[in-house]
């Protein structure tokens, strides 16, 4: 899967609204988010909790470069819980948390901008 940083970029090729449902997106808050020095790229180690139908979910999310782990806790976000997990060096992350880039390319995380219930998935 390719994903652009690159703001001047053109959109991606369309899809069918059919493929947009197989996207799931929910929120969740974090939980726990320790330093994950071993990765390429700056990043933190989280643990999410989606609710009680999801349940707590890890991410190695590259956003060390904004954001330091003791001020994460208790921060809501929104992540694709339905992709594989993934084995990114000596940890599994389960959810791909979602950003956008700011001007370095810096990741800003996606977050609602009310506290919401935990599990709730975005349409």
Do not use: C
Not at 5 to 34: M, N, Q, Y
Not at 41 to 58: E, Q, T
């Amino acid at each position: 899967m390719h994903m652009t940083h690159d703001p001047t970029a053109p959109s991606a090729p369309e899809i069918a609204f059919d493929d947009w449902l197989k996207v799931d997106i929910r929120v969740g808050t974090i939980v726990s988010a320790e330093p994950f020095p071993e990765a390429r790229k700056p990043s933190i180690k989280l643990v999410i909790d989606f609710g009680p139908a999801i349940g707590r979910r890890k991410s190695a999310a590259q956003i060390a470069a904004r954001y330091a782990p003791d001020e994460l806790v208790g921060r809501q976000v929104a992540a694709v819980v339905n992709f594989p997990p993934r084995q990114i060096g000596p940890t599994v992350s389960e959810v791909l948390t979602l950003g956008f880039p700011d001007e370095e390319g810096r990741v800003v995380l996606l977050q609602p901008d009310a506290t919401v219930p935990n599990g709730g998935r975005l349409f």
